[in-house]
């Protein structure tokens, strides 16, 4: 920057701020030059300086459930780039695909090809909605909120889209609304997106109306429906009664700290939908395609949706989506309603035929599940002693950790003690994530076949933060 450093930092304000964050981390020489780097060019915007205390570490490479630094530091990678790496990094396996399709085609626009039509047909037997079903095509997570949200707005005829709080279905204009959780909103100002979109109470078994600490449980969704049956409301008085075309949730809530909700939430959320008329669309952008211990999340309440959305861990560390619905949804429009110039990549289609047919099969989800179970119960372990721990979430490896200041009244941890529980376990070679309600929550994403020793390893370093945690902030 030379002589002109000075004005550039007016240009850039919060400058010293990054910086005292990437030279006070404990990160070495090369990561720290790269994250200076990071700083100057990229905007402050990013969502690694909200997820990381300091700064997030420069990822060089990845082996398995390893990842490395630029400095050669290893990490155990309990986030699995949000619930998109699903068998870990550089998989020779995922490798080979891209390799041979890159030789033969790499993108042709939105149109079809051959690993397209084999993905649109594999993606509808295996979807789990009955009769004919169709596909249609993004890029993003949000492309498929988007898709799917304009399918059941344009078949209905009908604005309203309702969705729980703290649910997370993206973070473009036409998603943002519709993710009912805090921090996202004021980035959108003065125009927010804010349309014909409503939201009801997400319920969980830990946190009851009643405590000191309060949650929602699933007399909630009764209050919600005598809303509905109502007709003071914006939802109502509109054709065949009500204004509303689908009812969007995650099976499980991901985003806001990897809550499990009470089995029979969906079955609920299936009755009003029948009751009222309204369509049903699941998003299974993090909880889909095995991470739960089945193909889809939404299968363990028993239910059968409308419309389910994917992502992620479809493409293999590839971009691609897909909603994938009920034939006439994807019917009652005409030829070029949608268009994105990289929906179904070749090289991401190809990968997405081979994760499908892993995840999908009886082995990959019995070895998900024993997976999960070796993690829960190193999990109990640590619960047994270490008051900080107060709930575990967890359904396959899909796991959440409630941490909390009294295990008896349930007070969560100030948002500052959980932040030095991910800074600690950063420093100790752990990666992870951390959110929640209360700011209190981690969400451990490790890949669905994570190697047991590795398993032991994160405990061991967990053992070790939350002695420290509990030593430093009085806990116990």
């Not at 996202?184 to 000191?212: G, I, M, S």
């Not at 449980?217 to 007709?231: A, D, I, V, Y």
């Amino acid at each position: 920057m030379g002589k002109n450093v000075k004005q550039w930092q007016r240009a850039n304000p919060g400058w010293d701020h990054f910086m005292k964050r990437v030279q006070t981390s404990a990160y070495g020489p090369k990561t720290k030059a790269l994250a200076e780097k990071y700083a100057r060019y990229e905007s402050f915007g990013n969502v690694g300086w909200g997820m990381f205390g300091e700064v997030p570490p420069i990822i060089e490479r990845g082996d398995g459930s390893y990842l490395f630094d630029a400095d050669g530091k290893k990490y155990i990678d309990m986030l699995s780039s949000l619930s998109v790496s699903q068998f870990g990094h550089n998989i020779p396996e995922i490798n080979q695909i891209i390799a041979q399709q890159s030789q033969k085609l790499i993108h042709h626009f939105d149109f079809p090809h051959p690993e397209r039509v084999k993905l649109s047909e594999k993606l509808c037997r295996l979807s789990g909605i009955g009769g004919d079903s169709k596909v249609a095509f993004g890029v993003t997570g949000s492309d498929a909120i988007e898709l799917a949200v304009r399918a059941a707005r344009y078949f209905t005829g009908k604005p309203y889209i309702l969705t729980p709080y703290g649910d997370y279905h993206g973070f473009t204009y036409g998603t943002a609304a519709l993710s009912g959780k805090g921090g996202l909103r004021q980035y959108f100002y003065p125009v927010t997106p804010t349309a014909a979109v409503e939201y009801f109470y997400f319920p969980h078994e830990y946190r009851k109306p009643d405590d000191e600490f309060p949650g929602f449980g699933m007399e909630t969704l009764k209050t919600f429906e005598r809303l509905l049956e109502g007709g003071e409301n914006v939802m109502s008085s509109g054709v065949d009664g009500n204004n509303v075309a689908a009812v969007l949730v995650e099976p499980f809530q991901s985003s806001a700290g990897y809550y499990v909700p009470p089995r029979e939430y969906l079955g609920e959320i299936r009755r009003i939908c029948n009751k009222f008329g309204f369509i049903m669309i699941v998003d299974e952008i993090q909880t889909g395609l095995g991470r739960s211990g089945k193909l889809w999340a939404y299968e363990h309440s028993g239910i059968e949706p409308d419309i389910i959305c994917i992502s992620k861990a479809l493409g293999g560390g590839l971009p691609i989506s897909a909603a994938v619905g009920r034939a006439e949804y994807f019917s009652a429009w005409g030829p070029a309603s949608h268009i994105n110039t990289q929906a179904g990549n070749v090289l991401a289609c190809a990968t997405a035929n081979y994760i499908l047919d892993k995840v999908s099969s009886r082995q990959c989800l019995e070895k998900v599940n024993q997976t999960g179970a070796h993690l829960l119960a190193g999990l109990k372990a640590l619960q047994d002693r270490h008051p900080i721990i107060g709930w575990i979430d967890n359904v396959g490896v899909y796991t959440g950790i409630e941490l909390v200041k009294n295990r008896q009244t349930k007070e969560p941890v100030p948002a500052e003690v959980a932040a030095f529980v991910r800074d600690e376990a950063v420093r100790q070679g752990l990666i992870f994530e951390r959110g929640g309600y209360y700011a209190s929550r981690i969400s451990l994403i490790p890949a669905l076949h994570m190697p047991i020793e590795v398993i032991d390893e994160a405990m061991a370093i967990f053992d070790r933060v939350f002695t420290v945690t509990e030593d430093k902030y009085n806990i116990g």
